[in-house]
C-alpha cells in the first residue's frame, strides 16, 4: 500500500517535509517501533478521543500509557474517553481501524500532543495503514497540527533497589 492520497494532499499543501515509511504490518506502536528497529517512544501513539459527538486527537509517545485523569483535565471535561473501533470504522471509514493519522486539520479535529513527544527529533506516525507511516520532525508535526502541548502520559514507575 502506500500514503493515502488526502494525507499526501494535506501534506503536500502545508509545504511540510517528511518521508513516507512502508513496513510490515503491525497493530500497535511498539510492533512498528520493532518493524522499523526505532525507540518505541519515536512513534506518535494517535488516541481517538470522543467527549460527547466530538473528536479529539491525543498524540503521545508510543511506549508511554496515557493518563486519562490528566487528559480529562486538560480538555476540562470529565466526560473524555476512548473512541471504540465501531466508531472508528463507521467515522473514518476510509482509514484502517486504529490507523487514524494524528493530522487534526484534515479532520476539524484539535489535537494535544504530549511535550515528551518533543523528546526525539524525529518521530513515525501512521499514515493511515498498517503497513505505511509518516517520518518527519517533531517540532515540524507539533507546528503543522496546531498541538496544544500538555502532559499527558503516565510516569513510569520507579524500580525499587
Known amino acids: 500500500m502506500a500514503i493515502r492520497p488526502d494525507v499526501k494532499l494535506y501534506l503536500s499543501k502545508a509545504k511540510v517535509s517528511y518521508e ?18 526505532i525507540n518505541a517512544d519515536e512513534v506518535a501513539k494517535n488516541l481517538i478521543i470522543k467527549v460527547k459527538d466530538k473528536y479529539t486527537f491525543a498524540v503521545i ?24 473501533e465501531d466508531e472508528m470504522a463507521t467515522d473514518f471509514p476510509e482509514y484502517e481501524v486504529g490507523a487514524v493519522p494524528p493530522l487534526g486539520d484534515l479532520f476539524e479535529v484539535p489535537v494535544y500532543v504530549d511535550s515528551k513527544l518533543l523528546d526525539h527529533e524525529i518521530i513515525i506516525f501512521t499514515a493511515g495503514t498498517h503497513t505505511d507511516s509518516i517520518k518527519m520532525k517533531s517540532s515540524d508535526f507539533v507546528n503543522l497540527v496546531n498541538a496544544e502541548m500538555a502532559d499527558l502520559v503516565e510516569e513510569p514507575e520507579q524500580k525499587a533497589f
Do not use: Q, W, Y
Not at 20 to 37: G, M, N, Y
Open 20 to 37: 513516507p515509511v512502508s513496513h510490515s504490518k503491525t497493530f500497535s506502536c511498539i510492533d512498528e517501533a520493532k518493524a522499523l528497529r
Open 61 to 84: 509517545p508510543g511506549g508511554r500509557k496515557i493518563n486519562l485523569s490528566k487528559l480529562r483535565h486538560v480538555m476540562g471535561s470529565s466526560h473524555a474517553r476512548f473512541t471504540t
